[in-house]
């Protein structure tokens, strides 16, 4: 007879953590984003003050932004490229992730698989050629964004996530040999993906903007673009922005999960919450409780998932499992300040890593993850090719991002590339209805996946009909 792997609840529902102990560890803790109260240097850049022309506009001073300005300047150097922000490079989702930069472009190989099957490999070739291009760039530049290259563990903290584990085919780690790696009795089973590197988010943003700026970028902060129109099918687009209209003759819109100014493009994201704490420096002796000599990325294997590691100065940022949207689509600082997601967080943690109970967290904070129904970036135009436009990395941007920097770029060039050709690239992906439908749908699929974590696995009807409709809610 078959041995049964469902186990009801989840390790954080069979393990609590006493309420002391989380309230000691969030004592103190700063309501900041660690990575930004972390900048030593925060250049800053003017606000465009009058009517401009350029050769090349760039919207948004985040990861997609920055990337597509500093290639463009690679590909052809003579060209005038310009980059508007409305607050600060980096402020956003690009200064305030966990800092996992992945080769996969698809969010992961389940994810690419089931939608691009026959394009899968190509699509992974072209992740790893594109992680490769952003060492190569960090180290040609000298880039100081605490850059490395550690691989990820994914860990089963679940038996049916074990039993997935080995029906993928990786290669797993077993318990006893992963509990070698990092120390927790949380940890069932693993696997080790090499292509994944580690930085430091914040410090990655101001480089490229350091970079792109001798390459001859001119970056303009405060400059918030409030409209697009362009006449005919060959002539200028016009981006109207505070300080007057920037005229250019390619536009490229790297806006995240703020509205597009494209309105064709506005549902085909919706902004969820994600929270993170950081711990203070770890001793030696707390360290060495832990093991983890290869500073590797971590991420269990749940619905609700949790990623973690290191920092340069042996932190450990903790993040993830709660995903919260808000009626509406706004995106809003009040949003970030949720207490109960924060003493969550901390209880998993001391769940995960019982030896360090009296660590204490020094900064907690949240960002907006634009979401997309594909799980993974899509790529739009409009005005006949002028205008490029590409979002919805779905938290997995850090590297992703880069990738879609050369699909905008390719694009606004009228270039077939291999690129071009991908199903990913050319197929949009379906956009979310409208409220409160989307908000009930979202909630609907928050609670499921919930409940599947506590029921061994086991996905109710309405996942299996967004599995059936290709929706992208299966991780």
Request: charged share 25%; glycine share 10%.
């Amino acid at each position: 007879m078959p041995v049964s792997t469902t186990v009801p609840g989840t390790v954080f529902s069979r393990t609590p953590v006493a309420r002391a102990a989380v309230d000691h560890a969030l004592a103190g803790a700063r309501d900041a984003c660690f990575w930004i109260d972390d900048l030593t240097q925060r250049p800053a850049h003017p606000p465009l003050r009058r009517a401009i022309d350029t050769d090349l506009l760039v919207v948004g001073g985040g990861y997609t932004g920055l990337w597509t300005a500093v290639v463009a300047k690679q590909r052809e150097p003579g060209r005038r490229v310009v980059l508007v922000e409305a607050a600060r490079i980096g402020w956003a989702a690009s200064g305030r992730n966990g800092g996992f930069c992945a080769a996969s472009i698809t969010h992961g190989e389940e994810n690419g698989r089931s939608r691009w099957p026959e394009q899968y490999d190509e699509l992974e070739r072209l992740g790893i050629a594109n992680l490769d291009a952003i060492e190569a760039t960090v180290g040609h530049y000298a880039m100081d964004c605490d850059y490395e290259r550690t691989g990820e563990l994914d860990v089963a903290i679940a038996p049916h996530q074990v039993e997935d584990l080995r029906a993928s085919g990786a290669e797993v780690i077993e318990a006893e040999e992963l509990r070698r790696l990092v120390a927790s009795p949380t940890y069932l089973a693993g696997a080790f993906d090499p292509d994944v590197a580690l930085v430091h988010p914040a410090k990655l943003a101001g480089e490229l903007a350091r970079v792109a700026a001798g390459l001859g970028v001119e970056i303009f902060e405060g400059t918030r673009a409030t409209g697009i129109d362009g006449d005919g099918r060959q002539g200028p687009v016009r981006v109207t922005t505070e300080a007057g209209i920037v005229t250019a003759r390619r536009v490229a819109l790297a806006t995240n999960v703020f509205p597009s100014l494209l309105a064709r493009y506005r549902m085909h994201t919706v902004p969820v919450y994600d929270y993170a704490l950081m711990t203070e420096p770890l001793s030696a002796e707390q360290l060495a409780s832990i093991g983890w000599e290869g500073r590797q990325g971590i991420g269990d294997m749940a619905n609700q998932f949790h990623y973690y590691r290191l920092s340069r100065d042996n932190r450990i940022l903790w993040g993830g499992y709660d995903a919260i949207y808000h009626y509406g689509r706004k995106v809003r600082a009040s949003y970030e300040r949720r207490p109960e997601t924060y003493r969550r967080l901390a209880g998993h943690f001391l769940t995960t890593f019982p030896q360090l109970e009296g660590l204490r967290f020094s900064h907690r904070w949240a960002g907006a993850i634009d979401t997309s129904t594909q799980f993974c970036a899509f790529h739009g135009r409009a005005m006949n090719g002028r205008v490029a436009h590409t979002a919805g990395f779905t938290g997995l941007g850090v590297g992703a991002s880069r990738f879609a920097a050369e699909v905008m770029l390719d694009r606004l060039a009228g270039l077939d590339t291999e690129r071009t050709r991908l199903d990913m690239v050319r197929r949009m992906p379906l956009p979310f209805p409208p409220e409160p439908i989307a908000s009930i749908g979202i909630q609907a699929t928050r609670w499921s996946l919930d409940r599947a974590d506590h029921r061994g696995g086991r996905r109710n009807a309405w996942l299996r009909t967004l599995d059936a409709l290709g929706l992208g809610f299966d991780s």
